[in-house]
């Protein structure tokens, strides 16, 4: 039977477009590394961002134990394709153990100013795909500005309080670098990617602002995680899809969450750990949340019309409560918030399946794993206002008669405020309760 050759051209290119695509693997190590190599095992890449910039969509990256952060230590990593990136290797790339061979994204403070955007790694990747986060170990202890003067530290505690965003105050491993400014971005952002996104086996430590946050049009994997001492929330992600179309997904599972701080230091608001958001269906299981300045979940986003609020997913299962200074859960309601006790939130309307929630019963599960100053400075954290205003003193008093504004002085202070934890400790927590909340990574 003859057939044409056109039909035969036209069969092969369909063939090869059926074929799954080739997946290429580059290998990155900061301390032998070097961005001329070819990225090979033999001769790996240097920098995380060069391995990125470097790799075909789908390709995997993996990482060997060291400290990274931008190409010519730029304070950003942009992912800006599908690309796995893999932490935890040994030099030669034989083992893997995150805890071991430790990936850091550590920054300086002089990576400071080079760092532009809303996050210290930034998924930016628009064309679809996976983009893979897995055993990279996340800390701006060492970038963020604590106080000078020593104001707000705890017999104990490694920092004195975390500066406002903004200010500036000393810094460092050592907390003797002068003049390093806080900046407020997230460690992980998501900027409306078009790829779906899987982090797994990540430590979220220290952040000045929040551990992951962003808007996304694709769906989320956040898995065997830990978040902690991040200020605002662990977890705030938005969904980014036209209001006509579906949710996307977000599953946060097997994850702990730990000292969760109030945006500023007079604990007024927030202070969660995760937050139910517009345009995002969320599943909840398996995590240990506590020791937040507000409450561990946070679902008092409404969406802006009464059928796309029906449609909207929210979940809660299995998860292990302790310590939630205001609440273990926050509706809309009662004025401004209701608070709300894990033991009733089988009555919560707004959750779709809930089940197996609890309070944790014995606070000795984590004897020996949490910094003992840094949880009794936290429990007994307070913030005193002090006003020294006299409208009829003779100063105020003239003033008033010339028609300019009166004046007074103010004094606060505050016990403690996202002061640094520390780091190594801070990985102990993998693992801490069996069966709940991260454990170790294999």
């Known amino acids: 039977m003859f057939i044409h050759k056109t039909k035969i051209v036209a069969l092969v290119a369909a063939t090869i477009l059926a074929l799954p695509a080739f997946s290429a693997e580059l290998y990155v190590n900061g301390n032998s590394g070097n961005n001329r190599n070819d990225g090979s095992k033999s001769a790996p890449l240097k920098n995380i961002q060069k391995a990125i910039d470097n790799a075909a969509n789908g390709d995997t990256i993996y990482v060997a134990e060291g400290n990274y952060f931008g190409t010519l230590n730029k304070g950003n990593i942009i992912v800006s394709k599908p690309v796995k990136i893999m932490g935890g290797y040994s030099a030669d790339f034989s083992k893997r153990d995150i805890l071991k061979y430790k990936t850091l994204v550590q920054p300086t403070p002089e990576s400071n100013g080079t760092a532009s955007g809303q996050g210290t790694i ?11 986060l897995d055993g990279l170990l996340i800390d701006r202890g060492n ?8 104001d707000g530290k705890p017999s104990g505690v490694e920092s004195p309080m975390m500066q406002p965003i903004g200010g500036s105050g000393i810094g460092g491993a050592d907390l ?12 992980v952002y998501i900027g409306n990617p078009a790829c779906n996104i899987t982090i797994r086996n990540c430590a979220f430590v220290n952040a000045p602002n929040y551990g992951i946050m962003g808007t996304s049009k694709t769906d989320i994997k956040i898995e065997n995680c830990i978040f902690i001492n991040c200020r605002m929330a ?4 938005r969904g980014g899809r036209a209001d006509s179309q579906k ?12 000292f969760a701080w109030a945006r500023l230091r007079d604990m007024g608001d927030m202070g969660y750990g995760f937050r139910y958001m517009n345009g995002a269906d969320s599943y909840v299981e398996g995590n240990i949340i506590g020791l937040t300045t507000f409450s561990g979940l946070d679902r008092a986003y409404v969406e802006t019309s009464k059928a796309k609020e029906a449609q909207k997913i929210t979940t809660a299962k299995n998860n292990l409560f302790f ?15 209701m608070r709300i006790n894990v033991d009733d939130f089988d009555d919560v309307e707004q959750f779709a399946e809930v089940s197996g929630n609890i309070s944790l ?11 003992n100053a840094y949880l009794n400075g936290f429990l007994s954290a307070s913030y005193k206002e002090k006003t020294d205003f006299d409208p009829n003193s003779p100063a105020n008093t003239f003033r008033q008669a010339m028609g300019m504004n009166m004046v007074g002085t103010m004094q606060s202070s505050v016990t403690m405020f996202a002061n640094r934890y520390p780091f ?11 069966g709940y909340g991260a454990q170790l990574p294999k």
């Not at 930034?122 to 893979?132: L, M, N, P, S, Y």
């Not at 019963?361 to 910094?371: A, E, R, S």
């Open 424 to 434: 190594e400790k801070a990985l102990v927590l993998f693992g801490a309760v069996k």
């Open 247 to 258: 949710n996307i997904r977000i599953d946060f599972k097997n994850n702990t969450i730990l």
């Open 176 to 187: 003797k670098t002068q003049n390093v400014h806080t900046t407020e971005t997230a460690e």
């Open 361 to 371: 019963k014995d606070p000795k599960v984590f004897k020996g794993k949490l910094d």
């Open 122 to 132: 930034q998924i930016t990747a628009t064309v679809a795909g996976d983009v893979v």
């Open 143 to 150: 970038s963020i500005a604590y106080n000078a003067s020593g």
């Open 234 to 237: 662990a977890v705030q992600v």
């Open 323 to 337: 310590l939630c200074k205001q609440g273990d859960l926050t509706l809309p309601g009662g004025g401004m918030f």
